[in-house]
């Protein structure tokens, strides 16, 4: 299980390898990147995001502002946490097909997809408005987590902790 709590434009996305079935008898078993959670970014107003600074002395106000969450996590889950500049300069789906090549690809590291994702998002931040929309300059960070084991956090049967604790 994982814990992730998220304030402002920063996110976070956990994505699972999951098995794709044929439509028909004898087709190919594909997998594809499913998302398991998106962080949504919380802002003020347009390219105003909450934010925490040293020189805030009260941060009461920011107490119904976050996002807490818990996840349950499997062997084989990746997690992609970034600042704005990894996601306002590289898409959803983009993401997604970039994390199903490095889990197909199992020669590489997170560290290596992590700087994989870096560049890409560099690139992307200084690409010209005439080839597309052009990009974002900002800072970029990224951190790349792959779960490697899992264990059940509740031993029993399946379901075990939806059960009252008083039977």
Do not use: W
Not at 13 to 28: A, D, E, I, N
Not at 44 to 61: A, G, I, M, T, V
Not at 99 to 121: I, K, Y
Request: a negative charge; charged letters at 25%; proline letters at 4%.
């Amino acid at each position: 299980m994982v814990s992730l709590l998220n304030l402002g434009d920063c996110g976070i996305m956990v994505l699972r390898p999951m098995q794709k079935l044929p439509r028909f008898h004898g087709g190919t078993v594909t997998t594809e990147m499913r998302h398991l959670y998106r962080s949504t970014a919380m802002l003020h107003r347009r390219n105003l995001p909450l934010q925490l600074s040293s020189e805030d002395k009260d941060f009461s106000s920011l107490e119904e502002h976050y996002d807490l969450v818990t996840l349950k996590l499997r062997k084989g889950d990746l997690l992609i946490a970034g600042t704005d500049g990894l996601y306002d300069n590289i898409g959803d789906l983009e993401l997604k097909s970039l994390a199903l090549a490095h889990h197909q690809g199992r020669e590489r590291s997170a560290q290596a997809f992590a700087d994989g994702l870096l560049q890409r998002a560099a690139d992307a931040a200084r690409a010209p408005a005439e080839f597309g929309p052009g990009g974002k300059l900002d800072d970029i960070a990224i951190v790349v987590a792959e779960v490697v084991t899992a264990s059940p956090t509740i031993s029993g049967k399946l379901l075990a902790n939806t059960e009252d604790a008083a039977e």
